[in-house]
């Protein structure tokens, strides 16, 4: 499976951005997909899962903010942001895998494939 995010920009607090990802090779409705940020000199971090049943998880920062979805026909799943803060910036990446536990949704090492990030840049 190969991915690929888009959607990235600058926006100002309080605003919304669409962020996509795109796949192609697989059966992508069997996969789970996960979003990864990371901020300048940080590490990964989990943001959201979708599931192949579309059961969906959030860390907690961004629940109530982040909305996560997929079309399966499209080959696509979408994480919609509102409510955007500064903390928010990052580089986001999505990241899927078909054999991967719940226990492992929230680690980046669960995942086998990756998209090459979008930048999501939020001004105070």
């Known amino acids: 499976v190969q991915l690929q995010a888009s959607g990235g920009g600058l926006v100002q607090a309080g605003g919304s951005l669409r962020l996509s990802c795109s796949a192609s090779?697989?059966?992508?409705?069997?996969?789970?997909v996960g979003w990864f940020r990371q901020a300048p000199g940080k590490g990964h971090e989990f943001v959201a899962a979708?599931?192949?049943?579309?059961?969906?998880y959030y860390t907690d920062s961004v629940k109530g903010r982040f909305t996560t979805s997929r079309d399966n026909a499209k080959k696509s799943v979408y994480l919609q942001m509102n409510s955007l803060k500064p903390e928010d910036t990052a580089v986001y990446y999505c990241?899927?895998?078909?054999?991967?536990?719940?226990?492992?949704?929230?680690?980046?090492?669960?995942?086998?494939?990756w998209g090459q990030g979008t930048l999501v840049t939020v001004s105070s």
């Open positions: 090779g697989g059966t992508f409705s069997n996969y789970v």
């Open positions: 979708i599931r192949s049943d579309r059961n969906t």
């Open positions: 990241a899927a895998s078909r054999n991967i536990i719940v226990s492992s949704y929230r680690n980046e090492y669960g995942y086998n494939y």
